[in-house]
Every structure is written in structure tokens, then in C-alpha cells.
């Protein structure tokens, strides 16, 4: 009985330090997915609808963008050690403007999650973190990443379609 006792009472604690199967690769490819349609809006978005926004205090299209930059930077570093390029002011990040400054900064942080994740081993995957000051495995910190990185693309798309703009794999 205390055998058992003991096998339920560890059972938790074990299934905390799996990585679900085959993560990084699924995560890579969902993050893939996302991340090259957000580009290919971004780049179809016309300049002069980088400032639109749908109401006071809701962020603007290029705000939005630069609000995932942001963050592509800030989970890595915060939670997984993984400092961002020297030369990127993250915490201001949000502030920039203008379409084709905008586009790079995104596509540079959404490389450097790429180059952050693509070499991780599932020991790495397991490895404590913290994110929003709970614990947790670094593989839950690239899963809310993922998670943030598609909420905004669906707000983005509705950014574009209420500025016209026909998201260019739905052509």
C-alpha cells in the first residue's frame, strides 16, 4: 500500500519533467507556419496602414508587430537565459515605426527564436524556467511563445482585412 501510495505521489512530479513527444520539432513547424504568414502580411500592408489602429489605446498595426519582435526577445531572455543581439533595444522595441524598418525587426526576431531553439536537446527542453514568476520547463516557455505569436497574427489579420488587405495566402 505505501508502494502505490508513494508511485501516485511521485506520478505528478514525473509527468512535470516530460517533454512532450517530438516537441521541438512540432513546435519549429507550428512556429514556421505562423511566423511566415505574419512576414507575408507584414509585407502586404500597405505603409500608410502602419499607423492605423482601431480605436484609442489599442495598438497600431506596426505597434502590433513590433509588440511580437518584443516579445520573440523577451521570453528567450527573461526565461530561458537566451540574451537577445546587443545592438536591440528590446524594452523600446515598441516605439519604432515606419514599414520597412518594422518588417526587418520582425523577421530579425523571429530568426533569433529560431537560432535560440533549433539546437535545443530535450535536457535542454526540460530545464527549469520561469515565466510570469511561476515555474515551469523551458519547453512552456516556447509553447506560450508560440501561443503570443499566433494570437497577434489572428489580430493582425483582422487589422488587415478591416484595412482592405486580403491576407496573401487566402488569394
Do not use: C
Not at 505597434?63 to 524594452?91: C, F, Q, T
Request: charged share 20%.
Amino acid at each position: 500500500m505505501l508502494t502505490l501510495l508513494a508511485a501516485v505521489l511521485a506520478a505528478p512530479a514525473a509527468l512535470a519533467q516530460e517533454t512532450p513527444a517530438g516537441f521541438r520539432d512540432e513546435f519549429m513547424g507550428k512556429f514556421n507556419y505562423a511566423a511566415q504568414r505574419l512576414v507575408a502580411l507584414a509585407e502586404a500592408m500597405p505603409e500608410a496602414a502602419y499607423g492605423w489602429r482601431p480605436g484609442g489605446g489599442v495598438m497600431s498595426v506596426e505597434e502590433v508587430y513590433m509588440h511580437i519582435a518584443r516579445y520573440n526577445y523577451y521570453y528567450p531572455e527573461s526565461s530561458l537565459g537566451i540574451k537577445a543581439p546587443e545592438d536591440v533595444d528590446v524594452p523600446n522595441l515598441e516605439s519604432i515605426t515606419g514599414k520597412a524598418v518594422v518588417v526587418e525587426h520582425l523577421r530579425r526576431s523571429l530568426a533569433h527564436v529560431r537560432e535560440a531553439v533549433e539546437p535545443m536537446t530535450e535536457e535542454d527542453l526540460r530545464r527549469s524556467a520561469t515565466l510570469y514568476g511561476r515555474d515551469t520547463q523551458a519547453w512552456a516557455v516556447l509553447f506560450q511563445l508560440l501561443t503570443h505569436l499566433s494570437e497577434h497574427l489572428g489580430q493582425s489579420i483582422a487589422y488587415a482585412r478591416t484595412n482592405g488587405v486580403v491576407p496573401p495566402w487566402s488569394q
